[in-house]
């Protein structure tokens, strides 16, 4: 899928068909290609998050919860951040990633920012990266980050939008870079069939506003490329191959083609452009 979001529950499929949403996560965290990929996200975008908490101003006793954790590497950055008297909740839907994570500081718990009610609140920071992109009530999820804060708290949040760049690769010169952009498009496709909002990313700074939230400022961050692009893209392939296949959106030769091009290092692949919006809650709040 290439340039649009489908809003209603039956977008249109890669065959101009009606396709009903399935809300399953495409990338579950069961298979072991998650560990491959958590890993290939970290060393792109944790940088980046680090950048934004540390303008925060994020100190020694601060209460911190990291919504849909994923990997540790986010979650144990915290801790060391908030020292022996802060406290850094970690949850997701699968916990398997982060439970190395836990210890005095950090605690582990299973939880559907999506469905249940916040699990504690008064935070002085929320965070949730790559997560309400994928989640099928995103409103509900967001109110319930919002209200978990503390008058004068802080919310980041940083999601994709792959519709206002579609490419992965940008410098589309040959057959290589022609059948990696398909294959981009039909990996889209798949992720909107399952109710992800692939223009999310760029609503964030409306949405803080909207929810109450003051001093909101946002930017976009993506690599054009890098050996984490290449990393990320060949897990992220192979953990969707077989639908992919069952879909009619690529043969398997074209994937191992595809497969064989990448680790080859032929390919510069770009991800998709990651907006990390913030804002406060108010202190009369």
């Not at 009606?18 to 069961?30: R, V």
């Not at 708290?153 to 792959?162: K, Q, T």
Request: aromatic share 6%; proline share 6%.
């Amino acid at each position: 899928m290439t340039g649009s979001t489908p809003t209603s529950d039956t977008p249109a499929g890669p065959a101009g068909r009606d396709t009903p949403i399935d809300h399953g996560y495409l990338l579950d965290n069961a298979r072991s290609e998650a560990g491959i990929r958590f890993d290939a996200l970290s060393e792109l975008f944790d940088p980046v998050t680090f950048r934004h908490v540390e303008a925060l101003g994020i100190a020694p006793g601060w209460k911190c919860w990291e919504v849909g954790a994923g990997g540790p590497s986010v979650v144990t950055w915290l801790a060391d951040r908030v020292g022996g008297t802060g406290r850094v909740l970690a949850t997701d839907i699968d916990t398997s990633w982060a439970s190395g994570a836990a210890g005095d500081v950090v605690e582990v718990r299973r939880h559907d920012v999506g469905r249940d009610d916040p699990p504690v609140t008064g935070y002085d920071f929320v965070h949730a990266r790559l997560v309400l992109v994928h989640v099928a009530d995103r409103e509900r999820a967001l109110r319930s980050m919002v209200s978990a804060l503390r008058p004068g708290g802080w919310l980041l949040l940083e999601d994709a939008d792959p519709a206002s760049q579609p490419l992965i690769c940008l410098d589309e010169y040959g057959p290589e870079q022609v059948l990696a952009n398909r294959l981009r498009t039909g990996f889209r496709s798949l992720l909107a069939t399952r109710g992800a909002d692939l223009s999310y990313g760029r609503r964030l700074p409306r949405l803080l506003r909207e929810s109450g939230l003051t001093d909101v400022t946002a930017d976009a961050y993506f690599p054009i490329t890098s050996p984490a692009c290449d990393v990320l893209e060949a897990a992220t392939v192979r953990h969707i191959r077989a639908q992919l296949v069952s879909a009619g959106l690529a043969t398997d030769e074209e994937i191992d083609r595809h497969l064989d091009n990448v680790t080859s290092g032929r390919l510069d692949l770009a991800t998709a452009p990651l907006v990390s919006a913030r804002g406060r809650r108010p202190t009369w709040w």
